[in-house]
């Protein structure tokens, strides 16, 4: 499974756009990229997944260059609501049963 | 849906007790994982089955540590003897497809052990 790094914990205020950025230097061809939310005293929630250029729901948007070498998830207008901890994962869901190894994740703070 | 559930949602012991957790998947949902979260090691997989049948057992610190899914429709997790370091929340997650990635996680279950 290949190893992620995402910064440790961001600010940010009501109404702004977020973006927090994944490196993922070593994914391999059939990795897929996904990024989980998790509020305090909650288990994680999915929120979005990816293999390549650009996805978007009803809550995110990722982002994922043509080397995959990193993603962005992107937050639009976010609300005090959305602090929580958000974890970026990589993996072969074919291959490793959908197994999934997090990291330390990053700690968003949204403030009035 | 019901979601996953997890019981109990909080358990106290006494060290050297034997600690059973427990977990209801998703119905039609056939992988189940075990998951372990504590401040200084953050989320830990500990296990998961696939239809049934554990597949990954890596993660299970020691072999104090048991889990069985006797059923599609349920699983436990078991410690004994229970020591304070296995004070954590243990969460429980189940999907639907070998290859997804979209786990439903549970409540938890918050364990003391003193």
């Known amino acids: 499974l290949a190893k992620t790094t995402q910064p440790i914990s961001m600010d940010s205020y009501e109404g702004q756009e977020v973006n927090i950025t994944c490196s993922h230097n070593n994914i391999a061809t059939n990795d897929y990229i996904t990024w989980y939310q998790q509020f305090p005293s909650q288990g994680p929630r999915f929120i979005i997944q990816?293999?390549?250029t650009k996805v978007t729901n009803e809550v995110a948007s990722l982002f994922i260059p043509a080397d995959r070498k990193s993603s962005t998830l992107s937050l639009p207008r976010v609300s005090l609501s959305d602090t929580a901890v958000y974890y970026c994962l990589v993996g072969d869901g074919y291959n490793q049963g959908g197994k999934l190894i997090f990291g330390q994740g990053t700690e968003l703070s949204v403030k009035p | 849906d019901a979601g996953v559930i997890q019981s109990p949602r909080h358990e106290v012991t006494e060290m050297g007790q034997e600690v059973t957790l427990r977990c209801k998947p998703i119905?039609?949902?056939?992988?189940l994982f075990w998951y372990r979260q504590t401040m200084m090691r953050g989320l830990e997989l500990l296990i998961y089955f696939n239809n049934n049948v554990p597949i990954d057992d890596s993660g299970m610190p020691e072999d104090r540590f048991s889990a069985k899914m006797p059923n599609a429709s349920f699983s436990t997790l078991k410690i004994q003897p229970s020591e304070p370091r296995d004070s954590a929340v243990y969460f429980c997650?189940?999907?639907?497809?070998?290859?997804?990635?979209?786990?439903?996680f549970g409540p938890g279950t918050r364990l003391t052990v003193t």
């Open positions: 997650a189940s999907k639907k497809g070998q290859s997804s990635y979209e786990q439903y």
């Open positions: 119905s039609g949902h056939n992988s």
């Open positions: 990816g293999y390549k």
